[in-house]
């Protein structure tokens, strides 16, 4: 099945600077890549998604790349505020519908 | 903006117990999902349903644990015979007929004595 890798698990950046998020992934059948942010006491909000036919995709200041060859995808997130801190989840799924999560990045954005 | 409720958001049970646990996914949506989260753990897939019924399960999802939609708003989750390891936050997940973009549940946190 689908394993999913993400990294780092944890991160930490000043309010305003940027953060990265890797993940890899090993199905090369899978064709959609969500993202996934999550508060404390909340579940999994969508926040982006990708799928296998674009490279980039990019809204307000979030933005998510995918190297299909390489089977890695990345979420960007500039000029970062307070509010941004949370869990960040990558998934990746083929057309079964069945979401295979990365492990977490812990985001905290310092004031 | 229409969103995937979840209850009880807390549910504390003995081993050996049974519990069922209870969604409302988006009203014009098609496909259901459970998943859990294990604390520490990554979030596991453990079942979808479309069209009354199963279409795929985990391996996690034995004989233990069945889904059911008994009504046109409900999506239940009951679980067998509680074990320890099953206490985990399980979240409920709902998407339209594409069946892609899954929208989440805030999640039930089950404990087990």
């Known amino acids: 099945g689908e394993n999913v890798e993400q990294h780092p698990s944890t991160l930490s950046v000043q309010e305003g600077d940027s953060a990265v998020i890797k993940c890899t992934y090993s199905d090369s059948a899978s064709n959609y890549f969500p993202w996934y942010k999550q508060e404390l006491g909340k579940g999994p909000q969508l926040i982006i998604d990708?799928?296998?036919?674009?490279g980039e995709k990019k809204d307000q200041r979030i933005a998510v790349t995918l190297n299909k060859t390489a089977k890695h995808f990345s979420l960007h997130i500039t000029e970062t505020q307070p509010e941004d801190s949370a869990v960040y989840f990558c998934?990746?799924?083929?057309?079964?519908?069945?979401?295979?999560f990365g492990a977490g990045t812990t985001v905290t954005v310092r004031a | 903006e229409p969103e995937v409720t979840q209850t009880p958001s807390h549910q504390v049970t003995q081993m050996g117990q049974e519990v069922i646990l209870r969604c409302v996914p988006i009203s014009n949506h098609l496909y259901f999902y459970w998943y859990r989260q294990i604390l520490g753990q990554k979030v596991e897939f453990l079942v979808s349903f479309y069209n009354n019924e199963i279409s795929e399960k985990s391996e996690i999802f034995d004989d233990q644990f069945s889904v059911e939609r008994p009504d046109g708003s409900n999506f239940t989750l009951k679980i067998r015979s509680t074990k320890l390891e099953d206490s985990a936050m399980y979240f409920c997940a709902s998407s339209d007929d594409s069946g892609e973009t899954q929208y989440f549940g805030p999640g039930t946190r089950l404990l087990v004595l």
């Open positions: 998934a990746a799924t083929t057309n079964d519908y069945k979401l295979s």
């Open positions: 990708i799928r296998s036919n674009v």
